[in-house]
């Protein structure tokens, strides 16, 4: 999958921070061979992505979480218990460790499939990155949803599948679209209409920019036919 940030190169220290989260990502085998980190990677299992990561054979260099949806505090020479009643929720806390870190390329997994409310506060985690300079994927079975502040993504050249642009915040201005089936030239998005849902992929690289504001972005993997 290559995706493409503007601001990927001057901002990204070498290697990926994989976060993985107690979401229902098992069902299937979908996330069996999904992250093999490299050298330069880092692999954080936050609360009951613990139990994930040692069911999918994933190498974790840090373990987090209250572990309330865990319901044991694991044993990992790296592990850092929080406290139950907290700001933070542990993925939060973990994307903070990770930026804390250097890194600038977030994937997160499990994140989506459980609690609706767990989902959208994920959402609001990716705005967290690109506020401070950073790229977050949320991954989850076929679908792939980021955010972009004042900034521009390009998306591979997908024969079919479906894209979905949101306003993230009151409104965002000079959002282009190209690419798609749907474009959009300069045109100004708000939160409260949905004009950017449902658009679709047709064999051509694409490209989605904001000048000033936000846009959570989000798109179906589909294998070419």
């Not at 990502?25 to 139990?51: E, H, N, T």
């Not at 929720?89 to 994140?111: N, S, V």
């Not at 985690?125 to 401070?132: Q, R, T």
């Not at 306003?167 to 679209?177: D, H, L, P, T, W």
Request: aromatic share 8%; charged share 20%; with cysteine.
């Amino acid at each position: 999958m290559q995706i493409k940030f503007s601001n990927e190169e001057e901002n990204i220290k070498s290697g990926v921070c994989y976060i993985i989260g107690g979401g229902k990502i098992i069902s299937g085998g979908w996330l069996y061979g999904q992250v093999k980190p490299g050298p330069d990677d880092y692999v954080i299992a936050a609360d009951k992505g613990y139990a994930t990561c040692t069911e999918c054979g994933i190498p974790i260099n840090l373990v987090l979480g209250d572990f309330d949806s865990l319901g044991y505090v694991p044993v990992h020479p790296n592990l850092i218990r929080l406290a139950t009643e907290k700001d933070d929720t542990d993925m939060l806390y973990a994307i903070k460790k990770g930026l804390e870190l250097g890194y600038r390329m977030f994937q997160i997994y499990g994140g989506t499939g459980g609690r609706p409310d767990h989902t959208l506060a994920n959402y609001q985690c990716l705005s967290y990155l690109a506020s401070n300079g950073a790229c977050g994927i949320l991954c989850s079975p076929g679908v792939r949803t980021t955010v972009i502040k004042n900034d521009t993504i390009k998306l591979p050249a997908y024969d079919r599948g479906l894209v979905s642009v949101f306003c993230m915040g009151e409104k965002a201005e000079n959002v282009v679209i190209e690419g798609l089936k749907y474009s959009m030239n300069h045109a100004t998005m708000t939160n409260d209409c949905p004009i950017g849902v449902s658009n679709e992929f047709i064999g051509k690289p694409s490209t989605i920019s904001v000048e000033n504001g936000a846009l959570l972005i989000m798109w179906e993997l589909v294998v070419n036919a």
